[in-house]
T-cell receptor, first 116, second 114 residues
Framework: AQSVSQHNHHVILSEAASLELGCNYS??????LFWYVQYPGQHLQLLLK??????LVKGIKGFEAEFIKSKFSFNLRKPSVQWSDTAEYFC??????????????FGKGTMLLVSP | KAGVTQTPRYLIKTRGQQVTLSCSPI?????VSWYQQTPGQGLQFLFE???????NKGNFPGRFSGRQFSNSRSEMNVSTLELGDSALYLC?????????????FGPGTRLLVL
């Protein structure tokens, strides 16, 4: 079974600091990769996604992620975080399961706290 | 366009009872997936429905079941509730459930089992 690993459960940063959240997955075949964010009291929202092409993808609110196939990684980055980025971030992988249809496997999430 | 809606938003049940949760997908979306979110296990896939058929199922006991109606609305049912079933249950919809499609999540139903 495939798995997704997020390296940090909690990250605390000051405003304007740079952010990098790690994500590694185990599946060796073709994958679709996602980062979702859950702001306090809100539902999961898509930040960005990667299917193919340029391995550096840009999402909303200044976030970007880089797909490195050889490392099975899809790390999320932001050059300068803001207090409003305080949220829980989830990496997710979508691959073809035995049934022939795909589903999302999520990492355990990283809680980011940005202090003003 | 209205987002994914889930009802009820909160539920309190006791052990042994059963519960039914409802999900209305975004208009035009035919694939509905259900996930369980807990602090310890994170988000775990329950099952996915498309055109009233369950296409995919996660590693959950048979007490967890679901169905989808012709208008794509979906329900999930948990019978003989256990304390460990306390969780946030999330519904997500997409156009056809293909791998490259974005899944759009609802606000969830928070279930507390006493």
């Amino acid at each position: 079974a495939q798995s997704v690993s997020q390296h940090n459960h909690h990250v605390i940063l000051s405003e304007a600091a740079s952010l990098e959240l790690g994500c590694n997955y185990s599946y060796g075949g073709t994958v679709n990769l996602f980062w979702y964010v859950q702001y306090p009291g809100q539902h999961l929202q898509l930040l960005l996604k990667y299917f193919s092409g340029d391995p550096l993808v840009k999402g909303i609110k200044g976030f970007e992620a880089e797909f490195i196939k050889s490392k099975f990684s899809f790390n999320l980055r932001k050059p300068s975080v803001q207090w409003s980025d305080t949220a829980e971030y989830f990496c997710a992988v979508n691959s073809m399961m035995n049934s022939g249809y795909s589903t999302l496997t999520f990492g355990k999430g990283t809680m980011l706290l940005v202090s003003p | 366009k209205a987002g994914v809606t889930q009802t009820p938003r909160y539920l309190i049940k006791t052990r042994g009872q059963q519960v039914t949760l409802s999900c209305s997908p975004i208009s035009g979306h035919r694939s509905v997936s259900w996930y369980q979110q807990t602090p310890g296990q994170g988000l775990q896939f329950l099952f996915e429905y498309f055109s009233e058929t369950q296409r995919n199922k996660g590693n959950f006991p048979g007490r967890f079941s679901g169905r989808q109606f012709s208008n794509s609305r979906s329900e999930m049912n948990v019978s003989t509730l256990e304390l460990g079933d306390s969780a946030l249950y999330l519904c997500a919809s997409s156009l056809q459930g293909r791998g490259q499609e974005t899944q759009y999540f609802g606000p969830g139903t928070r279930l507390l089992v006493l």
